[in-house]
């Protein structure tokens, strides 16, 4: 019988995981390998694997200094324009943050602010932005006028 024919065939592929080096849990190896990496030092956050290998000192510590992000409708508000990021394209985070922001307006139905918001992104920050990012961005400022729109009670097209 041949593979593709098997109904394992599902069971013969290699799966990997989205981030192997938490599986492997922390070594000493990794510490100083990963720090030069941009991605380690873009966030300087422990990985999971090293976050459950913290001694019980050190978890109290974190737990202290530990405080949840509210969103309550002002996301954009801690963003500044112009962005600033030293890097000629935006990391991924600070659009993923411009993304939440809009997202954000928009669920709580401020669509001037939102589509203002996308406005003023673009305008001050547009070359620093991936096409990606903006296309979304885009979509939710059509989106919003859109909304605009129908509450103004003018034609959507």
Do not use: W
């Not at 380690?40 to 530990?66: G, I, V």
């Not at 096409?131 to 059509?142: D, V």
Request: hydrophobic fraction near 30%; charged fraction near 30%.
């Amino acid at each position: 019988m041949d593979n593709t024919d098997s109904p394992l065939l599902l069971l013969s592929l290699n799966l990997s995981d989205s981030e192997p080096d938490e599986a492997s849990g922390p070594s000493a190896s990794t510490s100083t390998a990963d720090n030069n990496h941009p991605d380690h030092q873009q966030q300087n956050q422990p990985t999971r694997a090293e976050r459950t290998a913290l001694s019980d000192e050190d978890f109290r510590a974190l737990k202290q200094s530990y405080r949840p992000k509210l969103e309550n409708g002002n996301i954009h508000a801690t963003i500044q324009l112009p962005l600033s990021s030293a890097e000629p394209l935006l990391p991924k985070p600070e659009a993923q943050e411009l993304l939440h922001a809009v997202e954000e307006l928009y669920f709580f139905r401020r669509y001037r602010e939102a589509a203002a918001f996308v406005r003023d992104v673009l305008r001050d920050g547009e070359a620093r932005v991936d096409e990606e990012t903006k296309r979304l961005l885009r979509y939710y400022e059509g989106r919003c006028l859109a909304r605009l729109g129908e509450l103004d009670g003018q034609p959507v097209g």
